[in-house]
């Protein structure tokens, strides 16, 4: 039995813990700790789960997910560093915070694994990227995959690329919930009932998004044959053009990267 501790068990730290649930984990292999003991309670009634201090989350848990702010991790690491040794696993989900920073503010040899998840870990389709630190071995990068296997999609990539992949997976779900968003508000201004917009959207993009993971076509195959001659939607790709919708994202992931980038150099300080 492998026992987690999440600490800090905002909205990601809940996805992981109700993925975790959901994929079969018993409630006493999970643990977590929480800033706020309404939301600790909150928690504990909702998944039978024990919300506990930092000292006894090192204790009793093999692994230590850190899944607090970025900004918020100062007094996390100070209190983490004298409970934990090189027989902790500790894994960081905060967006732009490098490994190199555990390793500085935590005791010699203590194995890191960074990883960007995504919430869609509650329906057990996130896409999680991981990245050993320098005292990660192999075998913990393969414990931390197995235990995010059980809630998605896993891959491996040097630790360079997470700020963007934050950008891309990491944030990925919130454009896509924004672009439903914004359908739904056109299906709105065509005069439709809003629950009939959101099943037409939404089941619109459960579709696409199978038909994108089969992965046996292209995107731009798929587009093209929605695409008829003379047909309604390149009206509407002309449209998406003209308000340069394609540089409009590359602008903002290039943005959403910037700033990963940031929240790593806000704790380049020693
Ligand atoms: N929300 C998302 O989609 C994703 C978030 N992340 C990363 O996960 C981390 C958490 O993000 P969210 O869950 O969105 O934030 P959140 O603000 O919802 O959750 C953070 C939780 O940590 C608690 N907390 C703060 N300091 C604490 C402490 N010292 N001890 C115990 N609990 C403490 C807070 O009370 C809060 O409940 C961030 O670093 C973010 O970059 C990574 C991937 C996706
Ligand atoms: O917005 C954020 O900072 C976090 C990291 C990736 C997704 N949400």
């Known amino acids: 039995m492998t026992t987690i501790a999440v600490l800090g068990a905002g909205k990601i730290g809940e996805a992981l813990l109700a ?50 702010k970025p900004q918020d991790i100062d007094p996390v690491l100070a209190e983490l560093a004298p409970v934990v040794d090189s027989a902790s696993l500790v894994v960081s989900l905060c967006a732009g915070l490098p490994t190199a920073l555990y390793e500085r503010r935590l005791p010699a040899g203590v194995p890191v694994v960074r990883v960007m998840p995504n919430t869609p870990m509650v329906v057990g389709e996130a896409m999680s990227a991981v990245s050993p630190g320098t ?26 690329q997470q700020d963007a992949v934050t950008a891309l997976s990491g944030s990925g779900p919130a454009y896509f919930f924004y672009l439903v968003e914004a359908m739904i508000d056109a299906g709105i201004l065509l005069g439709l009932p809003r629950a009939v917009a959101e099943k037409l959207i939404v089941q619109s993009a459960v579709g696409a998004a199978k038909m994108l993971a089969e992965g046996t076509e292209h995107p731009v195959i798929l587009r093209e044959a929605v695409t008829s001659p003379a047909g309604t939607t390149i009206n509407a790709i002309r449209e998406l053009e003209k308000h340069g919708v394609r540089a409009a994202l590359l602008d903002a992931i290039e943005a959403a990267r910037d700033r990963s980038v940031e929240l790593g150099k806000a704790h380049e300080e020693e």
Do not use: C, M, N, W
Not at 58 to 63: C, F, G, Q, T
Not at 146 to 158: N, T
């Open 19 to 68: 993925g975790l649930l959901q994929a079969g984990r018993s409630v006493q292999e999970l643990l977590f700790t929480e800033r706020h003991p309404e939301r600790a309670a909150e928690l504990t009634a909702r998944y039978g789960v024990a919300g506990v201090e930092v000292d006894e989350a090192a204790k009793r848990a093999d692994v230590l997910v850190v899944a607090v």
């Open 135 to 160: 005292h990660a071995t192999p075998e913990h990068v393969a414990l931390v995959t197995d235990l995010l296997s059980a809630v998605g999609q896993v891959i491996e990539v040097p630790e360079s």
